[in-house]
């Protein structure tokens, strides 16, 4: 059972009671409000162990999910205030889906007020937000309750059914027939989490896609805190923020309280079992989240959506006080890293050291490598956002972090179009002042 939070004060941790594992299978609206309260909250060092629900898709054709996502509700760490971080250790990320749908979407004119992923509304009866129910299978099974109308928002321009084997390592996509089989069942296929409102999008029955296979390695596609302003789910990045600006529904924003969000929204698939990271606090009690798992996806996610799927998730907290960032940081697993930015080896050690001494030069640069995320509405905005904040945390120029990006990392992209990695090389005393260096060698070891 979910552990609510012993207080009123929404979004602070009590301080009478903390849990050492916090258990979670309640979910938002598809807003994060900093406002609402937090389960929880756990321990410093503590467990949260969730139970998630698909992202993407099924919130796409469910217009009462106002964020695009369905993520699980919030959960307070004690101790964490605003201008600290929370260190987010992945422990395990397991699906529990037997299948999904997916593929390139399609907007629906006339079923939504400026944003299809936030402000669903029905073309016959105006319902804003309509609860709907499903009527038989296909691409127009999803109805108004209120009046019966085809209340979609998306459908497919070209998708797939793919069902997994029993121990979710490869999945097969499937013709006609078998789509149809298992749109029947969809939300038994999915494995719904029961408080899950989501209408499965298994139920479309997509099938254009025929005897591909594809390789499962699970990731999150959201994970991260409570922005300090309400936020659509979706929308907590630069990228998908940025349709917020001058929006005509209720959550619309202007440019300058973009700074609000928090960046959890990153769909990078380096965000996966074994991988660290490090979250900004910007509201009193952190308020982690997560959801939109993906069974897979290649880097960008150019079709816009992936394999989203249900799953359990166990993670592990830790506050770092006073760790000012603006968005993530993450320590991939080191098969993750860019060649470049990958721990020096022992052998690799000597022989630089010898040429460094051949050219007079007494001591070489201890480093380890670190990632920082960056988002914006393109690309090119994104890798600014994270060149700037690579550099204030490290207190250096961006003209330094881009040479050592450049000779001891790389710019990857999470999302197209505009989540993206800055990862390389750090030096280690500069890591050690921001209270990095233990979880860095932790994952990688000593520099």
């Known amino acids: 059972m979910s552990l609510q ?22 979910y938002t609206n598809g807003i994060l409000d900093p406002h609402k309260p937090m389960l929880g909250p756990v321990k410093d060092g503590g467990h949260i162990i969730a139970n998630t629900a698909p992202g993407c898709w099924g919130p796409m054709i469910t217009p009462e999910i106002r964020g695009g996502h369905e993520v699980t509700m919030p959960v307070a760490v004690v101790g964490a205030e605003i201008g600290d971080a929370i260190v987010i250790r992945i422990k395990s990320i397991t699906v529990t889906s037997l299948a999904t749908a997916s593929g390139n979407d399609r907007m629906m004119e006339g ?11 029905c073309p016959e009866c105006g319902t804003l937000y309509p609860k709907t129910v499903l009527r038989g299978i296909g691409q127009s099974a999803v109805r108004c309750a209120s009046c019966g109308a085809d209340a979609t928002p998306f459908t497919f321009t070209n998708g797939y059914t793919i069902a997994f084997d029993a121990n979710r390592t490869v999945g097969v996509t499937l013709d006609q027939p078998a789509a149809e089989q298992i749109a029947h069942n969809a939300r038994d296929y999915a494995a719904l989490p029961e408080n899950s409102i989501q209408n499965p999008i298994l139920a479309f029955a997509p099938h254009d896609l025929v005897g591909v296979v594809a390789r499962l390695r699970p990731f999150m596609g959201q994970l991260g805190t409570t922005p300090s ?11 998908f923020g940025a349709f917020l600006i001058g929006a005509p529904h209720e959550y619309g924003l202007t440019a300058d309280q973009l700074v609000h969000r928090t960046d959890g929204h990153m769909d990078i698939d380096a965000v996966r079992a074994g991988a660290i990271l490090i979250c900004p606090v910007k509201v009193a009690g952190g308020g982690v989240y997560l959801g939109d798992m993906h069974a897979l996806q290649g880097d960008g996610e150019i079709a816009g ?11 592990q907290v830790h506050v770092i006080k006073g760790l000012k960032i603006d968005g993530p940081l993450l320590l991939p697993v080191a098969e993750d890293l860019p060649f470049l930015a990958r721990p020096l ?24 490598p670190i990632s920082v995320v960056g ?6 905005v994104a890798t ?15 003209p330094e972090v881009k040479n050592r990006a450049t000779i001891t990392g790389a710019i990857e992209i999470g999302r197209n179009p505009g989540v993206v990695q800055v990862t390389f090389r750090a030096p280690v005393d500069r ?17």
Request: charged letters at 25%; glycine letters at 8%.
């Open 5 to 26: 939070l012993e207080t009123e004060v929404a979004g602070r941790a009590s301080t009478t009671a903390s849990h050492e594992t916090v258990f979670v299978d309640q």
């Open 111 to 121: 079923r939504f007020l400026g944003d299809p992923f936030v402000a669903g509304k």
């Open 229 to 239: 302003i309400p936020f659509p789910d979706s929308h907590n990045a630069g990228d």
């Open 305 to 315: 959506h992936t394999c989203d799927v249900s799953g359990a998730v166990t993670l």
């Open 345 to 368: 080896s022992a052998e690799e050690k000597v022989k630089a050291a010898a040429l460094a001494h051949s050219w007079g030069i007494d001591k070489l640069e201890e480093s380890a």
């Open 375 to 380: 988002t914006g509405p393109d690309l090119n």
């Open 384 to 398: 600014d956002n994270g060149l700037e904040r690579a550099a204030r945390l490290l207190d250096m120029t961006v």
């Open 431 to 447: 890591l050690e002042k921001l209270g990095l260096l233990p979880f860095v060698q932790d994952q990688y070891g000593d520099a």
